[in-house]
């Protein structure tokens, strides 16, 4: 079946350093993938999609390309801020199911 | 309000007591679910419905009841209530139609002593 890996967390960064999350995604068809992001105390909200091969998603200096040949969507952002610790979950689909398929999520900490 | 809805956002209960959760979303979507969030599990699908009056099991339904009588409400409803059901949960749907994205509520949690 389907299936989403993320490197566990948490990511513990300072204060405008890259970003990296790495997403790999096992898949029939081509799903759409996903970034959601999860503040303290909310639930999860969209920060960026891509619907095929080569897309890149981005908002609020997040980015994510569709990698079909290494079936990955990882995240990047360039300077990260201490408003970005969240829970980050990556996801597919969701398919004919209408079921998304989430990854376990990874915790982004970021200090001043 | 326009969006996703649960209530309450906190519940405290007692052992063997039955409880709901609501979930309430105003854009008439047809398909909506029902996760629980535990530390080292991520999210973990319990119910989802496919439209009025179509549920069907998740990953972990054991002790949940769900209903689905009217489109913009899908009640969660522990029957009899387990410490191991503490947890956060979380409501969320998705518009079909080629709108993939979920929306989800900002969370129920539980915790039953």
């Given at each position: 079946g389907d299936s989403v890996t993320q490197m566990e967390g948490p990511v513990t960064l300072s204060e405008e350093a890259f970003l990296t999350i790495n997403c790999t995604y096992t898949a029939t068809g081509?799903?759409?993938?996903f970034w959601y992001v999860q503040y303290p105390g909310e639930g999860l909200q969209l920060l960026l999609k891509a619907t095929k091969?080569?897309?890149?998603?981005?908002?609020?200096g997040?980015?994510?390309?569709?990698?079909?040949?290494?079936?990955?969507f990882h995240l990047e952002k360039g300077s990260v801020q201490v408003s970005d610790s969240a829970v980050y979950f990556c996801a597919l689909g969701p398919g004919g199911s209408y079921i998304p398929t989430f990854g376990?999520?990874?915790?982004?900490?970021?200090?001043p | 309000d326009a969006g996703i809805?649960?209530?309450?956002?906190?519940k405290i209960t007692e052992t063997g007591r039955q409880v709901t959760l609501m979930c309430h979303q105003t854009w008439s979507h047809?398909?909506?679910?029902?996760?629980r969030q535990d530390l080292g599990h991520?999210?973990?699908?319990i119910y989802y419905s496919a439209a009025a009056d179509i549920t069907d099991k998740g990953e972990v339904p054991d002790g949940y009841v769900v209903s689905r009588s009217k489109t913009e409400n899908f009640p969660l409803t522990l029957e009899s209530a387990t410490r191991s059901q503490t947890s956060v949960y979380f409501c969320a749907s998705i518009g079909g139609g080629g709108?993939?994205?979920?929306?989800?509520?900002?969370?129920t949690r539980l915790t039953v002593v």
């Open positions: 081509y799903p759409s993938l091969a080569d897309d890149k998603g981005s908002n609020k997040f980015e994510a390309t569709y990698r079909k040949e290494t079936t990955s376990r999520g990874t915790s982004l900490i970021v200090h | 809805t649960q209530s309450p956002r906190y047809s398909y909506m679910f029902w996760y991520g999210l973990r699908l709108i993939a994205e979920a929306f989800f509520g900002q969370g």
